[in-house]
């Protein structure tokens, strides 16, 4: 049986490669665009989320170009890191049995591994536009021998603010190149890019009523807002999820979900763009290898990241943007397959999700909340493996941020010199003198005597402080010697002369004037001589 690749063209080594990954049939987006891309012609090709882009211009351009050591044949812009990384290795599949290098680039990489690999021949290079200008700047990649430009996901760099630095690599690029530009939505300011930088391109925009995939069923459940969370943790219970996406708007709410839900014994992970890029890739992977049953993210992860069978999709917090449902949703429901996408709604949200309606155009539907009963039963009849597993180990608190290390925490800092202000005085008390101990003793003692009647009216009352002898201990007297001893004040000081005041009255005023009884006569005349009575 003649798979249906090389019917519309597709080389004997890349049809053998998809094979491999377990695609035989082209998605519609596919069977439109390779073709015309294997012709040469500029395209502007507007599919859903999950539609299958990546093979469809990954394909053609794999089997048009050819390496020859003289630089870069393609170059794919792509919004995120992990969407770079994912076409990257997408393409590295692909090329499996073709003398093809690929590479990617993207921010907090080795930009020296980058430049190595750019150096050893990569005729597809995958990366980030802030990378891909870097580079051009730095003359580390060689723009005179593209022959392909991809704008892949070009809406999402446009709300990422990407667009200028796009623009100045599309003009770095040779003339005689062929553009493609993927999207899923069109504003005005994408418009005019095909517009300036493309040559008659081809518009393929395959006809669907909604923008979402069919196959994704979506609901919302109206919940409180103080209750989210609890709610969250029921409905996991309820569809027992084999894998599972939760986004929420803010990186603060990421961390709370997932600290939320790895408490009640879920396999969890955090992405967000707040992660290295070393601990997102490891997050990403062990999701992809389902290691893990549930993915917390932001934004950053609705686009580029493939999850075979993802069953469930989340919106713990309703997007912002409506675009953002679209892309989020499109990460389940994918070739074809069933998917699941609920949201959790507040009466804030509420307006949010009618304007979400209307974008798509489609109604989502309200389901109620599950019982406690329905809950119980979908907890006892699950047969997902992590039913079976033991519950994750404490989760470790992340290292705090030491960014100003140098300064110190003022706050704590102050504190903790405080303490050891505190601690050494509590030393200082524990070991003073044997000797105040004992004059202490004899003080009490005489105040004991004194204050009880003798009966002896002839004896003397004693004096117990001359007979209390003096502590000798050296060792002792040199610990608790006094670090600072101040000069003994005399018995008798001399007074100082008494000073006597007199009001005087002048031109300007009282005047209360402090003289000595030498002084008195001499300075009182000097006074009224100058300023009169």
Same mark, same amino acid.
């Given at each position: 049986?003649?798979?249906?690749?090389?019917?519309?063209?597709?080389?004997?080594?890349?049809?053998?490669?998809?094979?491999?990954?377990?695609?035989?049939?082209?998605?519609?987006?596919?069977?439109?665009?390779?073709?015309?891309i294997?012709?040469?012609? !500029? /395209?502007?090709? @507007? #599919? &859903?989320?999950?539609?299958? $882009? =990546?093979? %469809?211009?990954?394909?053609?351009?794999?089997?048009?170009?050819?390496?020859?050591?003289?630089?870069?044949?393609?170059l794919?812009?792509?919004?995120?890191?992990?969407l770079a990384?994912?076409?990257?290795? !997408? /393409?590295?599949? @692909? #090329? &499996?049995?073709?003398?093809? $290098? =690929?590479? %990617?680039?993207?921010?907090?990489?080795?930009?020296?591994?980058?430049?190595?690999?750019?150096?050893?021949?990569?005729?597809?290079?995958?990366?980030?536009p802030?990378?891909?200008?870097?580079?051009m700047?730095?003359?580390?990649?060689?723009?005179?021998n593209?022959?392909?430009?991809?704008?892949?996901?070009?809406?999402?760099?446009?709300?990422m603010?990407?667009?200028?630095?796009?623009?100045?690599?599309?003009?770095k690029?040779?003339r005689?190149r062929?553009?493609?530009?993927?999207?899923a939505?069109?504003?005005?300011?994408?418009?005019?890019?095909?517009?300036?930088?493309?040559?008659?391109?081809?518009?393929?925009?395959?006809?669907?009523?909604?923008?979402?995939?069919?196959?994704?069923?979506?609901?919302?459940?109206?919940?409180?807002?103080?209750?989210?969370?609890?709610?969250?943790?029921r409905?996991?219970?309820f569809?027992?999820?084999?894998?599972?996406m939760?986004?929420?708007?803010?990186?603060?709410?990421?961390?709370r979900?997932?600290?939320?839900?790895?408490?009640?014994?879920?396999?969890?992970?955090?992405l967000?763009?707040a992660?290295?890029?070393?601990?997102?890739?490891?997050?990403?992977?062990?999701?992809?290898?389902?290691?893990?049953?549930?993915?917390?993210?932001?934004?950053v992860?609705?686009?580029?990241?493939?999850?075979?069978?993802?069953?469930?999709?989340?919106?713990?917090?309703?997007?912002?943007?409506?675009n953002?449902?679209?892309?989020?949703?499109?990460?389940?429901?994918?070739?074809?397959?069933?998917?699941?996408?609920?949201?959790?709604?507040?009466?804030?949200?509420?307006?949010?999700?009618?304007?979400?309606?209307?974008?798509?155009?489609?109604?989502?539907?309200?389901?109620?909340?599950?019982?406690?009963?329905?809950v119980?039963?979908?907890?006892?009849?699950?047969?997902i493996?992590?039913?079976?597993?033991?519950?994750?180990?404490?989760?470790?608190?992340?290292?705090?941020?030491?960014?100003?290390?140098?300064?110190?925490d003022?706050k704590?800092?102050?504190?903790?010199?405080?303490?050891?202000?505190?601690?050494?005085?509590?030393?200082?008390?524990?070991?003073?003198?044997?000797?105040?101990?004992?004059?202490?003793?004899?003080?009490?003692?005489?105040?004991?005597?004194?204050?009880k009647?003798?009966?002896?009216?002839?004896?003397?009352p004693?004096d117990?402080?001359?007979?209390?002898?003096?502590?000798?201990?050296?060792?002792?007297?040199?610990?608790?010697?006094?670090?600072?001893?101040?000069?003994?004040?005399?018995?008798?000081q001399?007074?100082?002369?008494?000073?006597?005041?007199?009001?005087?009255?002048?031109?300007m005023?009282?005047?209360?004037?402090?003289?000595?009884e030498?002084?008195?006569?001499?300075?009182?005349?000097?006074?009224?001589?100058?300023?009169?009575?």
């Open positions: 049986m003649e798979n249906k690749f090389s019917q519309i063209g597709v080389c004997d080594p890349i049809v053998k490669a998809i094979e491999k990954m377990g695609f035989e049939t082209p998605t519609d987006v596919q069977a439109e665009s390779i073709p015309k294997l012709d040469r012609k !500029d /395209l502007i090709v @507007m #599919s &859903k989320t999950g539609s299958g $882009k =990546t093979g %469809a211009f990954g394909i053609p351009i794999l089997q048009a170009i050819e390496p020859d050591g003289k630089g870069p044949k393609a794919i812009l792509a919004p995120t890191r992990e990384v994912q076409v990257d290795h !997408d /393409l590295q599949q @692909m #090329s &499996k049995h073709l003398a093809i $290098k =690929t590479t %990617a680039v993207y921010g907090q990489h080795n930009i020296n591994t980058e430049i190595k690999a750019m150096k050893d021949g990569a005729s597809i290079v995958t990366g980030t802030g990378r891909v200008f870097d580079h700047n730095r003359r580390t990649l060689d723009t005179r593209i022959e392909y430009i991809v704008l892949d996901e070009a809406d999402r760099m446009l709300d603010g990407f667009i200028d630095q796009v623009i100045a690599i599309i003009k690029c040779p005689n062929v553009t493609l530009l993927y999207s939505t069109m504003p005005p300011e994408i418009q005019r890019i095909c517009k300036s930088y493309m040559k008659d391109p081809i518009t393929i925009e395959l006809e669907t009523e909604t923008k979402t995939v069919d196959s994704i069923k979506q609901v919302y459940y109206r919940v409180e807002r103080n209750e989210k969370r609890m709610q969250l943790d409905l996991l219970k569809h027992q999820p084999e894998s599972c939760i986004f929420c708007n803010m990186r603060v709410e990421v961390d979900v997932c600290n939320f839900l790895h408490k009640q014994g879920y396999h969890v992970e955090a967000h763009g992660n290295k890029q070393a601990s997102r890739m490891k997050t990403i992977n062990k999701f992809k290898k389902n290691q893990i049953q549930i993915m917390v993210a932001t934004d992860a609705a686009r580029g990241i493939h999850i075979e069978d993802l069953s469930v999709v989340i919106n713990y917090d309703v997007p912002e943007d409506k953002s449902y679209v892309h989020r949703i499109g990460r389940t429901g994918r070739a074809g397959k069933d998917g699941l996408a609920f949201s959790t709604v507040t009466s804030d949200d509420i307006m949010t999700l009618y304007e979400i309606e209307e974008h798509v155009g489609c109604l989502i539907e309200e389901v109620d909340l599950p019982t406690d009963e329905e119980a039963e979908a907890v006892a009849a699950t047969e493996k992590w039913s079976t597993m033991e519950p994750p180990k404490p989760r470790k608190e992340e290292k705090r941020d030491h960014t100003h290390k140098k300064y110190g003022r704590h800092g102050d504190k903790k010199r405080h303490d050891n202000k505190n601690r050494q005085s509590d030393q200082t008390r524990s070991n003073k003198p044997h000797v105040q101990k004992a004059s202490n003793e004899a003080k009490n003692q005489k105040v004991t005597n004194i204050s009647p003798s009966h002896d009216k002839h004896r003397k004693t117990h402080k001359k007979h209390v002898k003096p502590h000798h201990d050296k060792s002792v007297a040199a610990v608790n010697k006094p670090q600072h001893t101040k000069p003994a004040k005399p018995k008798h001399p007074k100082a002369p008494a000073r006597k005041t007199k009001m005087v009255m002048t031109k005023g009282p005047i209360e004037m402090i003289v000595s030498k002084e008195k006569k001499g300075l009182l005349g000097k006074v009224k001589s100058l300023f009169g009575k």
